[in-house]
């Protein structure tokens, strides 16, 4: 179900003041966008960057109290958040770790409160987060504890795909262990639902991938499909969910099953998004579902080697937030 929609406000968060997130935004000034996008960052950062990169850039302090206007083309909108310490391209600081986590809480609590339809999120670097003491691993689990959601699940959008995961920032040796009965249960029905709701697709037909080779190869390669990934399905089916498999992952992404799917699960981060980002890196979008707010994301990282010298991309961003827009027009009042 669509609805007609006045113009959303959606907030963009810089990211990482080191990497390529601040000269992705400055970048996305360039465009006209059918939204008033809310840039959270620091306002000097982002100066200095446009300079950096010899752009033309206003910049406008977020008032929600002001009409919804989209920007112009050459402005922004900025919510201002200080950094601890000036930020060089490329050179990462600790001690700016507590901003960029500012940043989110910012627009995290702004979506709660309604002052944002969606929010945007350029790359952070997990690795210096956790440097400075905090620990992290992702946005999608930091959203998750910070809007109070026992269970979210990451998707990412290219390519002409949809890829879901059973589990998200993990490491591998701790994957099985993670893949439960419950587990299944919860994922596969917020992906269910969330197909439904925010994209809009009424009857959500969902590509299951097995744990092990060949699907666990009728129990001689792993028995974590015949004890779990199985009898969950069978149960999802029972409450009307269209969910197939577990199919070998290795053949899971050829035409074959694709044609009649909307969505591929795959049971952690890299089974199935090196599928995803081959078809599509630098243009995909990073969703994360079963949140009480939507948040869509880049499909890429910071990109250190490349802040600041101008030679970047800005496909995904782009698609990020239109994603954000037709999500806002998607979900049910
Ligand atoms: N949404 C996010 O916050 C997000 C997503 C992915 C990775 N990360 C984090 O980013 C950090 C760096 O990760 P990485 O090095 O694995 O991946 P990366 O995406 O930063 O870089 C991989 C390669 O792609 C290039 N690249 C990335 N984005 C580009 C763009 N927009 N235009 C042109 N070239 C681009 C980089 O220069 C590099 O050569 C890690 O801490 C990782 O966890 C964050
Ligand atoms: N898993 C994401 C990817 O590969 O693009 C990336 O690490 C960002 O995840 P968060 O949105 O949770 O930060």
Redesign the pocket.
Same mark, same amino acid.
């Not at 999120?121 to 690795?127: D, E, F, I």
């Not at 994301?297 to 490349?306: F, M, P, W």
């Given at each position: 179900m669509s609805k007609p929609t006045a113009i959303p406000t959606i907030a963009l968060t810089a990211?990482e003041p080191a990497? !390529?997130g601040p000269d992705?935004c400055v970048m996305l000034a360039q465009h006209t966008i059918p939204a008033r996008i809310v840039v959270i960052a620091d306002k000097d950062l982002l100066k200095t960057r446009a300079a950096q990169l010899n752009l033309q850039i206003n910049l406008i302090d977020f008032d929600q109290t002001t009409p919804v206007t989209p920007a112009q083309a050459g402005t922004l909108y900025v919510l201002d958040h200080t950094l601890t310490v000036p930020a060089a391209p490329g050179i990462l600081q600790p001690v700016n770790s507590n901003y960029v986590l500012e940043t989110l809480r910012s627009a995290i609590s702004g979506c709660l409160t309604g002052t944002f339809d969606a929010m945007v *999120? $350029?790359?952070?670097? %997990? /690795?210096v987060i956790n440097d400075a003491g905090f620990p992290f691993t992702?946005?999608t689990e930091y959203l998750a504890e910070h809007t109070n959601t026992p269970q979210v699940v990451m998707m990412l959008v290219g390519g002409g795909l949809r890829v879901a995961l059973a589990t998200t920032h993990l490491a591998l040796n701790e994957v099985a262990a993670a893949i439960t009965h419950d587990s299944l249960l919860d994922t596969l029905r917020i992906l269910h639902h969330d197909l439904q709701n925010r994209f809009g697709l009424p009857h959500p037909r969902i590509l299951v991938a097995g744990l092990n080779p060949h699907a666990g190869e009728s129990g001689h390669l792993g028995h974590e499909e015949i004890d779990i990934i199985i009898p969950a399905l069978n149960q999802l089916r029972e409450e009307g969910i269209d969910v197939r498999g577990p199919y070998p992952a290795d053949t899971l992404f050829t035409p074959t099953y694709l044609k009649d799917a909307d969505c591929v699960f795959a049971m952690y981060h890299d089974q199935g998004l090196p599928v995803l980002k081959y078809a599509s890196f630098?243009e995909g979008v990073?969703v994360t579902l079963g949140l009480p707010i939507i948040r869509t =994301?880049?499909?890429? /990282? *910071? $990109?250190?080697? %490349?802040a600041g010298t101008g030679? !970047?991309? =800005?496909g =995904?961003l782009l698609a990020a937030i239109q994603m954000a827009i037709t999500m806002i027009n998607c979900t049910p009042d």
């Open positions: 990211g990497g !390529i992705l *999120t $350029a790359p952070v670097h %997990k /690795g992702g946005h630098g990073n =994301s880049v499909d890429h /990282g *910071t $990109a250190l080697d %490349k030679q !970047i991309e =800005s =995904s």
